[in-house]
């Protein structure tokens, strides 16, 4: 039976972004309870064009791991839900899912699927044999998706 095993985020912050700001759109990912107690990295790196980028990430393992997905999941919208399981065979890599949501929209507290470079990658890691497994079925035993659900 899979288990969340972690819940990672990470973004770049562009040298004309506030830092600050991008943290609390990689928090805003986070169940509110947790947003005080997890602990932000940040790399400093240069970008593809040669300017200054800082890398923000943060990763949960455990119970928080599993309230973070939880929460991740009950709060996309139906239509970004089905999104997710309709193209999950480009989001499965081994025992991880990898989601891409909107950082603006993230900003302002709600989590949208998006494409392109201004996004929020969000890992989903799950332990045990996933390997033949649809997606749907993946969140439903590990307790993300109830049956019942969307």
Do not use: W
Not at 57 to 68: K, Q, V
Not at 91 to 115: C, F, M, W
Not at 134 to 142: N, S, T, V
């Amino acid at each position: 039976m899979p288990k969340v095993e972690s819940f990672s985020v990470e973004a770049i912050c562009h040298s004309t972004e506030s830092r600050e700001r991008v943290s609390q759109c990689i928090l805003a990912l986070t169940p509110a309870a947790l947003r005080q107690s997890v602990k932000m990295n940040a790399k400093n790196a240069i970008g593809h064009y040669g300017n200054e980028i800082t890398l923000l990430s943060l990763t949960l393992h455990g119970r928080e791991a599993f309230e973070a997905a939880d929460s991740f999941i009950k709060r996309l919208p139906n239509s970004d839900l089905l999104e997710l399981l309709r193209t999950s065979d480009l989001r499965q890599n081994g025992s991880k899912v990898h989601i891409r949501v909107s950082k603006q929209l993230a900003y302002k507290d709600l989590i949208h699927i998006a494409g392109g470079d201004n996004t929020i990658k969000v890992t989903l890691a799950f332990k045990g044999y996933i390997k033949s497994m649809r997606l749907d079925q993946i969140l439903k035993e590990a307790g993300l998706l109830s049956s019942s659900e969307r």
